[in-house]
């Protein structure tokens, strides 16, 4: 076990205690990286997303109405900021577009804003990702041939990154992206500057350049919304902020509001200013040449601030990334206190970071990058439908809000909100059917069995909750008659029927019985002391502090320190309960402590293990409407 635990050290750094949370939050100085990182990055592929709609219909006059395409998509960046800040204002503990949703629509819109939202976290990295790429092939072309291999690569290394901690990848993910930032402002500055002075022609491309250029077609309202389409891309990242408040120090809301105005701020002069130099150098896209490329070629020409700007973009596109590593894992969490998603999301890893959610976006983004062969074009259409239908849930819940609190100036901002459901409900439309035909109608059947999946989950915890819950605990307890005083320990997660089922086992066999509880939370900790003390439960509960986090390694340190004291001839008999499910999917729902616990325990000679069975009757029985008390949340 050491050698495991020095390698575990060398790859995330040393266990941080739970007290040490705070310290891993974000300011606005490092939160405005990690944050903005995606709605940055966006402006390395949005603009060439556009142009490869409008340019084989149009072709070299396709660059003339960019302008008409990005205007409304900035308005739109606007009214949802705003529009983001109040929910941030109204909702400290994150969640976004779900907590909205839940709070004021319903529990199926919260079910869909959260299906909606995991698919554009997801989405973000394999974009991102692919992105990176392209933009490391358009300056080094020789690798084309491991587009693939490095968009993995890319994915391990952020992963491995983000499971190391939120402050760790903040600082290491921050100086990149604020680079970016520079030489992009830089790139624009000085391309207007030569622009004013009339040092910037436009760029020309050979007659035999093999290029997606079409001929002069015909401009229609069609063609623009699909390049509208194409455009939201940029619109990504706006969110992340609201759904990640709890990420930021004290006072969160304050900080959380900082960073998303300064995200606007960036975006607005980034992206606003490489639509107007695109424009006037009559950039369109090439094979094999990226359009921020070209730009920056054309600009800073082939020197060294030319490879600076691909090596940041390429940077700032691998910590795009990143922005979903922050988002996603902290909605699993919240998603899964609410009973939607696997309990598993909710636990904190060595580093303090969700480590279980970092691990399902490595693995769903892997196989999306497989699967599209890290093509960014093939994943757009996929990408902005989930964030659109987000933003629309959360406008529209923010409106049925202000209607039902009032409260000070509420009518101009129901307003706003009314404004940004207008508009992100429009745009989910054109989205979705400008993109059709390239696999945006895939998202209908995945949200829908997303939903149901969720829904399948939430109805198999009310149930289980129902089955252990006890309301006359003592009238279910017998006291023990044994005269046999080995010491048999019971692994109590809290008090439930299944705990109750392992006491009055350990109470036939012995009279000396100890309840052996692990806390990790200290306020759980000392609700189920008073709890326990209320029952007027005879056995006595020993009470472990982790503040690591860890289960199964204090359980075994307990039990070896008594082996150490018994008399020659005793044992120590462990008695752990285990849920029997009756299908494979309801038994992934439940942590699997006990069989770790087990392995560890093997070795001592002197401590034999009792498993005691807790069947359920049925693993989907339909449940009522009232949540039960969730239990057993602490693992063992």
């Given amino acids: 076990m050491g050698s495991k635990r020095k390698i575990k050290n060398i790859l995330l750094g040393n266990t941080l205690k739970s007290i040490e949370l705070e310290g891993e939050k974000l300011g606005p100085f490092w939160g405005v990286p990690i944050m903005a990182s995606d709605a940055v990055s966006s402006v390395a592929y949005a603009i060439e997303e556009m142009l490869l709609v409008l340019v084989p219909v149009l072709g070299l006059s396709a660059v003339h109405y960019l302008g008409y395409v990005t205007s409304p998509i900035i308005l739109l960046f606007l009214v949802l900021a705003f529009s983001y800040s109040q929910i941030i204002a109204n909702y400290p503990n994150g969640g976004g577009a779900y907590i909205v949703s839940a709070e004021n629509i319903g529990r199926g819109a919260s079910m869909v804003a959260a299906s909606s939202l995991i698919i554009g976290y997801v989405m973000t990295v394999a974009v991102s990702l692919s992105a990176a790429t392209a933009a490391l092939i358009s300056a080094f072309p ?59 022609p436009p760029v020309h491309y050979p007659d035999n350049l093999q290029t997606v250029s079409g001929g002069a077609g015909t401009v229609s309202l069609f063609l623009l919304l699909r390049a509208f389409s194409s455009g939201c891309s940029a619109l990504t990242g ?78 700032i596109l691998l910590l795009a990334a990143n922005t979903a590593y922050n988002g996603l894992p902290t909605l699993l969490a919240i998603l899964a206190a609410d009973g939607s998603v696997p309990r598993q999301f909710m636990h904190r890893g060595t580093r303090l970071s969700f480590s279980n959610g970092i691990l399902f976006i490595f693995f769903v983004a892997a196989f999306l990058l497989v699967v599209f062969k890290a093509e960014t074009h093939y994943l757009i259409p996929l990408y902005a439908i989930g964030v659109f239908l987000s933003f629309t849930l959360s406008q529209i819940g923010m409106v049925i809000r202000w209607i039902r609190v009032k409260g000070k100036g509420y009518w101009y901002k129901m307003f706003i909100n009314g404004l940004g459901a207008l508009m992100t409900g429009t745009g989910t439309v054109i989205v979705f059917v400008t993109r059709f035909a390239q696999g945006s109608w895939a998202l209908a059947i995945i949200i829908p069995v997303i939903v149901f999946i969720m829904h399948r989950i939430d109805v198999h ?65 000392e609700q189920l002391q008073k709890k326990w003390k209320e029952t007027g439960i005879d056995i006595p509960l020993e009470v472990i502090m982790s503040p690591y986090r860890e289960l199964i390694e204090p359980v075994e340190e307990y039990i070896s320190k008594k082996e150490a004291d018994l008399p020659p001839g005793d044992m120590i008999t462990v008695v752990m309960t285990r849920f029997m499910e009756e299908s494979w999917f309801a038994n992934i729902l439940h942590n699997q402590t006990t069989y770790f616990i087990m392995q560890r325990l093997r070795k001592h000679r002197n401590v034999s293990m009792v498993l005691v069975p807790y069947l359920y009757s049925t693993a989907f029985k339909p449940a009522s409407k009232e949540k039960s008390e969730m239990v057993n949340k602490s693992g063992v």
Avoid: W
Avoid at 157 to 183: D, Q
Avoid at 480 to 501: E, F, M, Q, Y
Avoid at 506 to 518: K, R
């Fill in 238 to 315: 706006v969110e992340v902020v609201s759904n990640a408040v709890p990420s930021f120090r004290e006072p969160s809301q304050k900080n959380a509001k900082h960073v998303l105005f300064i995200l606007v701020g960036i975006i607005v002069a980034i992206f606003g200013g490489a639509v107007l130099l695109v424009t006037s150098l009559g950039i369109i896209p090439l094979e094999g040449k990226t359009v921020i490329s070209q730009m920056g070629m054309a600009i800073f020409g082939p020197g060294p601030m030319f490879y600076i700007l691909q090596f940041a973009t390429s940077l």
């Fill in 142 to 200: 020789e690798f084309a041939d491991y587009r693939l291999l490095f968009a993995l690569l890319f994915l391990c290394i952020v992963t491995l990154l983000n499971l190391r901690g939120m402050r760790e990848s903040s600082k290491l993910f921050g100086i990149p992206t604020y680079a970016f930032i520079v030489i992009m402002l830089a790139l624009i500055v000085t391309g207007f500057a030569k622009l004013i002075t009339g040092n910037l």
């Fill in 461 to 525: 915890y009310q149930f289980v909750g129902r089955q252990l819950s006890v309301n006359d605990f003592m009238s279910h307890y017998h006291k023990s008659t044994s005269h046999d005083t080995n010491l048999c320990i019971v692994l109590a997660g809290g008090i439930n029927r299944s705990v109750l089922k392992a006491l009055n086992y350990a109470n036939l066999i012995t009279s000396n019985v100890v309840a052996l509880h692990v806390a990790t939370d200290e306020r759980q900790c």
